[in-house]
């Protein structure tokens, strides 16, 4: 299988280097790398859906600085060395700005592959756009000056979640699940870290991993974490592993509350009403649909009338796309080498709330307000949107301002010039 | 002490419920016609598909009825026009065809429910805790998936040791020929074993969607585990299958409810620190963590030793 990636690899840069294409310059091309097919593939449509009607809505109204916008989807079918190869394709389209999001993984070898190629060929320069992978290293050694991150980090969600916790005096036995690779293992580590420093009377009563997608019944950790005498559970579990999980503690009567990163992941909601919680589960995001915010939910109306069965996952997309359009602007130009000086340091009223957030300039990393919402039964005047059809939806609990969001980096930036 | 192990042998006698549930039809297939059929979890999918469609419309129960019914004749469709071919060119492509069958259910299953999971709930007859231990709910759904579990086996048992059509059935696999001579006909009975044995898988699927997450991956994420069950078990013995079930959801869940680790067992004959640097990964990896890979270790273990399995007859 390498051999092919490698020998496909080849193949693109000689048919790239022969076929120079001509960039046209009526259209500016987002290239949207992500898995379009296979399991990743639902979470990847979603994104792309996004991009696509975002370009629609600002083609509408004219473009950006006169020039169209153009999504093209690339299906990496969630492989890093696939999305070197897609990358490269893309790059020999005439596209500039790569977006991806799903797998840290991914993010990583992008991040590297974009630094080195415009180290190679100045003047053509590539910038590459990160809504999701939120492994701490794209911004902190690994840091680049080509990859912007719009999704908070694992330790500047961390810094959040642990600062909520600090101020809820009823936490007093926290046990923590996690799935058994990098991501649950950072999550465990730093939450036990920062949990001691901030509240150093809350016990830790368990500290659980299991293998990533492989268990089909939980019932066995959920008498575990009841045995534990634990008041509240913090995972960051998602997917399949999250779905049978709270089903599990739904059906065994399990009573605590549950703190999440990926509870509204597909299948997520729909397991949460099965398993009967009502204002038990958290989940922790940058922007949600029942956010008391007219723009925001305009624009939440017009998409479901558009995309009625994938729902807006990635508020921060709106970001993204909103400070890319706004640095272009500024720039006057779609060339990376000249926008992103502008992209850096940028101040942008954020699309859930309107409440601002900043690019800083020292890692390339967006910081925004962050929310914890719980999700159950919906007061209909005030929240009018439900997720998968389960009439339950997402309230809000809480709001944590930006400077609770705080982390430091490590990141020493390499400059062009 | 009591209450863990009382409750962790309960769970795994669920659990392990559970996996005949989903393994037994894949047995049947395998121990009268020979195939090992890798599109079995595909039509656990199918099944639970179906049942979440009908018990939308009409209801549970008759999707419990209905959704195999419907999946069982998919199966024997599939083994009149594609399998019966293939099976002329041996175990390999009958292999390849189930395997290539996997793919296609898949694609099919998306493009009708998309990949997103379907909200199949536990009918509201069987929503209650059926009791109630060491403050533990157990729900009423899954006392009936473990009685359906019984059941089946013992239906299958009866039929294949006690009546004319298993004795029928055994002697097809083995001496195809005779029995067609005695005026049987060969082809059909294999159309219907097939038929049997995708409807069991349905009868699982109907009902473990509602107990798990009904989507278009449930048959990729079952996969493995029911080839652990049924090599465990004796390839193609049905006593074998149902005590594999229960030895590996017993064994699954007590590992889980344990906190030993390498470090706390030979607690005094910890390496010295520079040593542990490189063994920490092994060191303190309690059994818990690990215990949802012990099923595969034991099928590695059983491979090596007793090839045949628990209760399997033949060494292959």
Known sequence: MTKAFVAGALALCAFGATVVPALADDTIKIGYVDPLSGGGASIGQIGLNQLKFIADDVN??????????????????LSPQVTLVQVQKAIDEGVQIIVQGNGSAVGAAVESFVAKYNERNPGKAVVYLNYAAID??????????????????VDIKLEALTNFIKSKQEVKKVYL???????????????????????????IVGNEFHPLVKVTDFSPYIAKIKASGADTVVTGNWGQDFALLVKAAGDSGLKVNWYTFYAGGSGGPTAIKQANLPDQVYQLVEGFNNIDYKPMQDVVRTYIARYKSEPIYYPRIFNMTGMLFKAIQEANSADPAKFAPKLEDMKYATFASGDEGFMRKKDHQFFQPLYMSVFGALDAAKQPFDEEGTGWGWKPSAQIAVKDTDHPTTCEMKRPN | MLEILFISTLNGVLYGMLL????SGLTVIFSMMGVLNFAHASFYMLGAFFGFEISRRIGFWPGLVVAPLLVGAIGMAIERYGLRRVHRHGHVAELLFTFGLTFVIQEGVEMVWGKLPVDYRVPPSLDFPAFTAFSTNYPAFKMFELLTAIAIFAVLLLVVRR???GLIVQAALTHPGMVGMLGHNVDRIFMLVFGVGAGLA????????????????????????????????????????FLASLLIGLLQTFAVASNASLAGLL??????????????DIWNVTV?????????????LILIFRPRGLMGRRES
């Open chain 1, 177 to 203: 699940i996690d799935q058994d690779y990098s991501f649950g293992h950072s999550v465990a580590d730093t939450v036990v870290s920062m949990l001691k420093e901030k509240r150093p009377d809350i016990q």
């Open chain 1, 136 to 153: 701490p290293s794209l911004t902190n050694q690994n840091c680049s000056y080509w990859h912007f991150a719009w999704d908070a980090n």
């Open chain 1, 60 to 77: 509408a109204k004219g473009g950006v600085i006169g020039k169209k916008i153009e999504v093209i989807g690339y299906d990496n079918k």
């Open chain 2, 163 to 165: 009546t004319r059509i």
């Open chain 2, 20 to 23: 005949f549930l989903m393994a």
């Open chain 2, 288 to 300: 818990a963590q690990v215990a949802p890979i012990l099923p595969y270790l034991l099928l590695v």
């Open chain 2, 202 to 241: 349905a009868v699982a699927g109907v009902i473990a969607g509602p107990a798990l997450v009904t989507q278009s991956n449930m048959a990729g994420l079952l996969g493995p585990i029911l080839f652990v069950v049924v090599v465990v078990g004796g390839l193609g013995s049905l006593g074998g299958a």
């Open chain 2, 267 to 280: 607690g005094p004959l910890s390496p010295s620190a520079k040593q542990q640097v490189f063994l920490a």
